[in-house]
């Protein structure tokens, strides 16, 4: 079995991954960090839940530690893009373990918070930058920030951006990063428009897909009732009553429903919290962190604020609604089942829902197992009990497909980038954007 050991990473490194109690890499590290420590481009076709952050963390660490130089000021040398304030939060949070013996600077600018401290963290320069596209654009403008001395760019939830109207910031983002530079992009999916900007983005690109054909994590035991809007509350109330639940992800589908579960659960004895867009940063990390803690039994979440939330030992995924779009779906079940565990997803859904579950199973090409409550002594022992159906042919949309799209679409634009410019052959959980991109759920 392969160990962190043998993919020569810097020794500060593995320190800190022993520190970490990490030995062993995910399939996506063993496969990406190797080609990345060499300056490779990459592209990675991968859900959340598979390791992809250490993927890009550890290569960008070794990069910085062996060629040891200071930030000039009001510049950083790597660059981290992600949707959400909570991911970017957590980004940063794994550059800081895994970086702990290695004296490597890491800042996070998002938004939702005061300009003030990121000013002051900008002004003396940062080997890593965290960001999202609207607040880094705040600062690219008021010339806190430049980003000629980048020396990597990563791009993470590519897909997620694009639902999230980002795709205009990032080409302005991009455009002032200098041209020869490495190129990390991660999707779980990939749709048209990030195939495009994947093409612009990458030159010559190795590509790591962890889910050749598996589009839900698959060690997810996904279940469904058929229920009443008006009883789903009591429902779940039921459900939360049986201790297997331990660590509870409740979905809504929007703010004012989350909180009004959040009450509900509440007032009947169900420790939880509420995270979503209306809620200030300082409240959302709270309850993340309660939830972390084990301090909260149930979390419950909209999917832009739950996007990034990486919190282990998740025993169950509730859909109290069914999710607009079915890829959301997906991304909402893998907040459990992660780092190697198991996980079970249960959805809660009314006769107006029932379009978005076969869009579901369509996407998924898998018929949840329905849970009979007239037949079961519980709500749980049924869904454990019986057995899913067998998953079926997976989509054609594996990680091969993907890059042989973007590839062509690279050379149809006759290796010119987005901006105009050739693109060199490289060595290797709302906020106001600078080109009024808005969404009111951050």
Do not use: W
């Not at 390791?51 to 062996?66: D, E, M, N, Q, W």
């Not at 609604?321 to 907040?335: D, K, M, N, Q, S």
């Not at 693109?423 to 009111?440: F, G, K, N, W, Y």
């Amino acid at each position: 079995m392969t160990q962190f050991a043998d993919l020569g990473l810097a020794e500060v490194l593995l320190r800190a991954l022993e520190r970490e109690g990490y030995v062993s890499p995910t399939p996506i590290q063993a496969r990406a960090i190797p080609p990345l420590l060499q300056g490779r481009d990459l592209l990675g076709i991968a859900q959340t839940g598979t390791g992809k952050t250490a993927a890009f963390a550890l290569p960008i660490l070794h990069r910085l530690v062996s060629a040891r130089r200071r930030p000039a000021p009001h510049s950083v040398r790597a660059l981290v893009l992600a949707p959400t304030r909570e991911l970017a939060a957590q980004i940063a949070e794994s550059f800081r373990a895994y970086g702990r013996f290695a004296g490597v600077s890491v800042g996070v600018v998002v938004g939702g918070v005061a300009h003030g401290p990121q000013i002051k963290a900008l002004a003396g320069g940062l080997d890593v930058l965290v960001a999202t596209p609207g607040r880094l654009l705040d600062h690219l403008a008021s010339r806190h920030l430049r980003l000629d001395a980048a020396e990597v760019i990563v791009l993470d939830e590519a897909d997620h951006m694009l639902d999230l109207g980002f795709l205009p910031p990032i080409r302005q983002i991009v455009a002032r990063l200098p041209n020869n530079r490495q190129n990390l992009f991660f999707s779980a999916t990939m749709p048209k428009e990030i195939a495009g900007l994947a093409a612009a983005m990458l030159r010559d690109p190795v590509e790591v897909s962890v889910t050749p054909g598996a589009p839900v994590a698959e060690r997810v035991d996904q279940r469904v009732f058929f229920v009443d809007g008006a009883a789903k509350r009591d429902l779940l109330v039921e459900l939360l009553a049986d201790p297997a639940f331990a660590r509870a992800l409740v979905f809504t589908r929007t703010k004012r429903g989350a909180d009004r579960v959040a009450q509900h659960l509440e007032r009947a004895g169900v420790g939880s919290a509420a995270i979503h867009g209306n809620k200030s940063q300082s409240q959302r990390q709270q309850a993340l962190e309660g939830f972390r803690r084990g301090r909260t039994r149930v979390l419950v979440a909209t999917d832009i604020a739950a996007r990034g939330i990486d919190v282990d030992g998740v025993t169950h995924v509730v859909n109290f609604e069914l999710p607009e779009t079915p890829e959301a779906y997906v991304h909402r079940i893998g907040r459990t089942a992660r780092a190697g565990a198991g996980g079970a997803a249960i959805s809660l859904c009314d006769n107006s829902e029932r379009p978005l579950l076969r869009a579901i199973e369509k996407l998924t090409r898998q018929s949840l197992a329905v849970i009979d409550r007239r037949s079961a002594g519980s709500p749980h022992e049924d869904a454990t009990r019986r057995p899913l159906q067998q998953q079926r042919r997976a989509p054609e949309r594996s990680g091969q497909d993907a890059v042989m799209r973007i590839k062509s679409l690279a050379k149809a634009r006759a290796g010119k980038s987005f901006t105009g410019r050739p693109t060199l052959r490289p060595q290797r959980e709302v906020e106001r954007c600078a080109t009024s991109v808005t969404h009111p759920a951050l």
